[in-house]
């Protein structure tokens, strides 16, 4: 599957799930998406942290995408450019044709948050050495210090 790697408007890409989780999957899979939106807000997160989120343009031009919680965290955190992976192709995860995608397709339109949207701390603090140098132990290190 060939792709081009481009600078979008989170708000010009839509969700193709009505509901996401409350938390990232593996390798990030201990921090909330309230959680990162948060650090993006206040600069201790970059979303070039994340990898670029995939989407497809379909036929009516419409970027469809296929990693919603970052999605999510972005047009949550106010971004106004990130880099997108555009597929040549479209992904299982399209929303079928009918009143939901068209609900979904609306620039306005955020799924809901499963499990609830946390306020509170992440648990990723008992799993980063303090000699952790990724962009997540950084985190870790500068949440701690809070």
Same mark, same amino acid.
């Given at each position: 599957?060939?792709? #081009?790697?481009?600078?979008?408007?989170?708000?010009?890409?839509?969700?193709?799930?009505?509901?996401?989780? %409350?938390?990232?999957? /593996?390798?990030?899979?201990? *921090?909330?998406?309230?959680?990162? !939106?948060? +650090? $993006?807000?206040?600069?201790? =997160?970059? %979303?070039?942290?994340?990898?670029?989120?995939?989407?497809?343009?379909?036929?009516?031009?419409?970027?469809? /995408?296929?990693? +919603?919680?970052?999605?999510?965290?972005?047009?949550?955190?106010?971004?106004?450019?990130? /880099?997108?992976?555009?597929?040549?192709?479209?992904?299982?995860? =399209?929303?079928?044709?009918?009143?939901? !995608?068209?609900? =979904?397709?609306? #620039?306005?339109?955020?799924?809901?948050?499963?499990?609830?949207?946390? #306020?509170?701390? $992440?648990?990723?603090?008992?799993?980063?050495?303090?000699?952790? +140098? %990724?962009?997540?132990? *950084?985190?870790?290190? #500068?949440? !701690? %210090?809070?």
């Amino acid at each position: 599957m060939g792709y #081009q790697i481009v600078d979008v408007d989170p708000k010009d890409l839509r969700f193709t799930q009505t509901s996401i989780g %409350s938390k990232f999957q /593996s390798p990030y899979r201990h *921090i909330f998406v309230e959680r990162a !939106r948060e +650090n $993006i807000e206040k600069g201790l =997160m970059k %979303s070039d942290e994340f990898p670029p989120i995939e989407v497809y343009k379909d036929e009516q031009g419409i970027m469809w /995408s296929k990693d +919603n919680r970052r999605l999510w965290v972005f047009r949550k955190a106010g971004l106004t450019s990130v /880099s997108v992976k555009l597929l040549d192709s479209p992904f299982s995860r =399209m929303p079928p044709a009918g009143p939901e !995608r068209e609900e =979904m397709a609306a #620039q306005d339109y955020f799924p809901e948050v499963r499990g609830g949207v946390h #306020q509170v701390g $992440i648990t990723v603090h008992d799993y980063c050495a303090d000699d952790d +140098n %990724s962009s997540i132990g *950084i985190l870790v290190r #500068q949440l !701690r %210090s809070m």
